[in-house]
């Protein structure tokens, strides 16, 4: 499976940016994976920001970016975005897609997930 992220950019604090992944290369349907986006800054381990069960069902996402990030997918094509509004300059970081096959309820360990993409920066000055 191969994950291309785009959508990174520099934006003003308050601003609104919004980041898409596209998976291509499964041999299972899109709708069987589980979805996420990390972030991670230098020197610091890689951050669990939202994720998106295999059954497009729940939504998860870490406390410091509830009611300002919605994660959302689109299967039919093969697409997962993180709407990122109300932008911190606590924000900037590398932001990473991830997907693994089936749900995990250890959804937020980067340890579960399989494929990743190659990231996009997201620099939030202010």
């Known amino acids: 499976v191969q994950l291309q992220a785009s959508g990174g950019g520099s934006v003003q604090a308050g601003g609104s940016l919004r980041l898409a992944c596209q998976a291509s290369?499964?041999?299972?349907?899109?709708?069987?994976?589980?979805m996420a986006w990390f972030r991670q800054t230098p020197g610091k381990e890689r951050e669990f920001v939202a994720a998106?069960?295999?059954?497009?069902?729940?939504?998860y996402y870490t406390d410091s970016v509830k009611g300002r990030f919605t994660i959302s997918r689109d299967n039919a094509k093969s697409t997962v975005y993180l709407q990122m509004n109300s932008l911190k300059p606590e924000d900037t970081a590398v932001y990473y897609c991830?997907?693994?096959?089936?749900?995990?309820?250890?959804?937020?360990?980067?340890?579960?997930?399989?494929?990743w993409g190659q990231g996009t920066l997201v620099t939030v000055s202010s």
């Open positions: 991830a997907a693994r096959l089936y749900w995990s309820v250890t959804y937020a360990s980067s340890r579960v997930f399989d494929y």
């Open positions: 290369g499964h041999t299972a349907s899109f709708r069987a994976y589980g």
């Open positions: 998106s069960r295999s059954d497009g069902g729940m939504k």
